[in-house]
């Protein structure tokens, strides 16, 4: 059983195009996070939802749109894709007081030719 | 608002040489501090964390971090590596109400026989 289960794994598509990426936790958690990680590694917050509300919003493009249907399911819409936003995303998971710490996903990674 | 140095972007060592990777956090606040490490082309893994109590803390696989608030520091170590311990290890810091974690830029670990 994943814990935290992202799809698809690889996502390679042209610029201009829409894309949408899913993410679905089943450790019973409150809050869920989208990270983007980019060629140098470095992890940057996206967003964040808490019982399916906005908490955090960093400063994405607005091509970049959340959605939280329920507090086990974050999906991540890309409008207009562009070269830069290749990157790997990472969906991750936590509980409020973070005892435990994040659980990530095992990532997908987004290559726009 | 957190902050994380790592203050070495890339770490070689021998096998069972010990290891020491480094990281100082900035925050306004009280902070939660953690280890994840990524192993290649995969997610991250919680490695271990300071919520509070003992400022000396232990991962299943003989790694320790130690959080000492006057140098603002939770430096990473273990006593022998093995080339299995190769790996991107990332510091991370949470402070504050809404469990954002912010990550270093990550330190490569490898482990040469």
């Known amino acids: 059983d994943t814990a935290v289960s992202q799809t698809p794994k690889y996502l390679v598509t042209q610029m201009g195009n829409d894309k949408s990426i899913k993410c679905e936790q089943n450790l019973g958690h409150d809050t869920m996070y989208w990270y983007k990680q980019d060629s140098k590694k470095f992890l940057k917050i996206m967003f964040s939802?808490?019982?399916?509300?906005?908490?955090i919003n960093e400063t994405v493009p607005n091509r970049f749109s959340p959605k939280s249907p329920d507090k086990a399911h974050l999906n991540l819409h890309i409008n207009s894709l562009e070269l830069g936003d290749s990157a790997v995303y990472f969906c991750a998971s936590s509980q409020e007081g973070l005892n435990y710490g994040y659980t990530f996903g095992s990532g997908t990674r987004l290559t726009v030719v | 608002a957190q902050s994380v140095t790592q203050l070495d972007s890339q770490v070689p060592v021998f096998e069972e040489a010990p290891v020491e990777l480094r990281c100082n956090y900035s925050?306004?606040?009280?902070?939660?501090l953690f280890w994840y490490v990524q192993y290649p082309n995969q997610g991250l893994q919680l490695l271990l964390k300071y919520l509070s109590g003992s400022t000396l803390v232990e991962s299943i696989n003989g790694f320790e971090a130690e959080f000492n608030k006057s140098q603002t520091s939770f430096h990473l170590r273990k006593p022998s590596v093995h080339i299995s311990d190769t790996a991107e290890y990332f510091c991370a810091v949470s402070g504050g109400s809404n469990y954002k974690l912010t990550f270093g830029k990550g330190t490569l670990l490898t482990v040469n026989p």
């Open positions: 939802y808490n019982n399916k509300e906005l908490i």
């Open positions: 925050s306004s606040v009280s902070v939660y």
